[in-house]
């Protein structure tokens, strides 16, 4: 008679399985695995098959505390040879926190700038406010990460931040928070990019009636600390959402990234394009390069296939003119989205466009142009991405 028992895998193999599949559990902020970032203290199964896993979080009200609890045991009940799981969750001890950190960064001090030579830093500015930009720089970074590259999302937009409600992180007056472990600040992920804003620092203030009125000092060190003691960890693609105009935070930006490259958003009016040369002029004086020029709000196809050009025409081709000069060569305009109002609603419901409604012509426009911002060329859907450093 043959012996069921034979068959069965040895509890060594079961315990080498249920390490591989907790190893397949990802951090929700950090997206690393769970095994690597030393939060699994503990994995065993006995005789019959029961796991038992032991998960430390870094802080006891950590936000992803439940999905990661959730997840591991998840895992462990779908590892082969396991009947049955359990996950014991504890806290990690400071002496374990400051190796989490360690080994979140990589070993890399905290001063060192987090951005080097192989993340793509692209700032999104415009003249006029209400131009469309943050909604362009939030459907930006959705497409990016779509294609599988790491995204991190800077809203550098103090005074108008809406990056949190367009990524889906605010809703009804509460914005979702980083997580803080000690000193490292850990930005949450919607859509598969990193977001960090101005409107995650107001404790309890409802964003939606709360101004930040800082000046120029106060912003900077606000931007400093997005960008050295928020954790991004190693990002293909950084997008900042700047302020309109040629305020204080597009200085500092070009001061502290000085290998940030400058997308131009402009409508087809033609009034705008004064007021969208100059926020690149000032880009330009801090030393940062102007890649291009986005129109945004281009013409609405009617239904009887006329195009309504409620802006007019023509905005996105003369800021393009206007920045192209010998010793700047040509500043292309990259991309023309019109305007949509489904595009409008997504960004409302907190969900880009680009991933709720693809082929949304609007959603169309911004596909292409991320496609040209990382591939430097027109679409090529299929091919390997080559980034090319800063
Ligand atoms: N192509 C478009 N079609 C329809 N509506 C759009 C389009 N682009 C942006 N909008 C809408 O226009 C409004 C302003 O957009 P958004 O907040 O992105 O502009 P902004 O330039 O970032 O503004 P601010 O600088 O004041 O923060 C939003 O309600 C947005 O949904």
């Known amino acids: 008679m043959p012996d069921p028992a034979a ?3 040895r509890p060594d193999e079961v315990e080498a399985g249920l390490w591989r599949a907790l190893g397949r559990v990802r951090d929700p902020e950090i997206l690393r695995p769970i095994t690597d970032l030393g939060m699994v203290t503990e994995a065993s199964v006995d005789a019959d098959g029961r796991a038992i896993v032991q998960l430390s979080l870094t802080i006891a009200a950590c936000p992803a505390a439940r999905r990661i609890e959730a997840d591991t045991l998840a895992a462990a009940a779908s590892a082969p040879g396991v009947t049955e799981a359990r996950v014991d969750v504890g806290v990690m001890s400071p002496e374990e926190r400051q190796a989490f950190i360690e080994r979140v960064r990589g070993g890399r001090a905290k001063r060192t700038s987090q951005f080097g030579a192989l993340t793509r830093v692209i700032a999104v500015t415009s003249g006029k406010g209400g ?20 995204v991190g999302l800077i809203d550098a937009d103090v005074f108008g931040f809406s990056i949190p409600a367009l990524m889906g992180l605010s809703s009804d007056g509460r914005t979702e928070q980083p997580t803080r ?4 600040i850990l930005p949450p992920v919607s859509h598969g990019v990193k977001v960090i804003s101005i409107g995650m620092f107001l404790g309890d203030a409802d964003p939606r009636s709360t101004a930040v ?3 120029g000092p106060m912003l900077h060190r606000t931007v400093e600390q997005f960008l050295s003691d928020v954790w991004f ?15 204080d935070i597009a200085i500092s930006v070009g001061q502290l990234l000085p290998q940030a490259e400058v997308l131009v958003v402009t409508t087809p009016q033609e009034a705008a394009a004064d007021v969208a ?8 004086q801090t030393g940062q390069r102007v890649i291009g020029v986005v129109e945004n709000m281009a013409g609405l196809p009617q239904p009887d296939g006329t195009v309504l050009e409620l802006f007019g025409s023509g905005g996105g081709r003369l800021v393009s003119e206007r920045l192209s000069d010998e010793e700047h060569g040509e500043i292309p305009l990259l991309g023309s989205v019109p305007l949509s109002a489904s595009f409008r609603a997504h960004g409302d419901a907190g969900t880009p466009a680009v991933l709720a409604e693809p082929e949304d012509p609007a959603s169309l426009a911004l596909i292409e142009l991320a496609s040209r911002l990382i591939t430097g060329g027109p679409s090529r859907v299929g091919t390997p991405l080559p980034l090319s450093p800063g």
């Open 7 to 9: 068959d069965a895998p």
């Open 131 to 150: 131009v469309g930009k943050s909604s362009i720089t939030a459907n930006l970074a959705a497409a990016i990460a779509a294609r599988g590259l790491s």
């Open 181 to 184: 472990v000690d000193e490292l």
């Open 213 to 215: 009125s800082w000046r």
């Open 233 to 247: 960890g190693d990002v293909d693609v950084l997008l900042l959402d700047l302020p309109p105009g040629t305020g």
């Open 277 to 284: 040369v100059r926020s690149a002029l000032v880009a330009r």
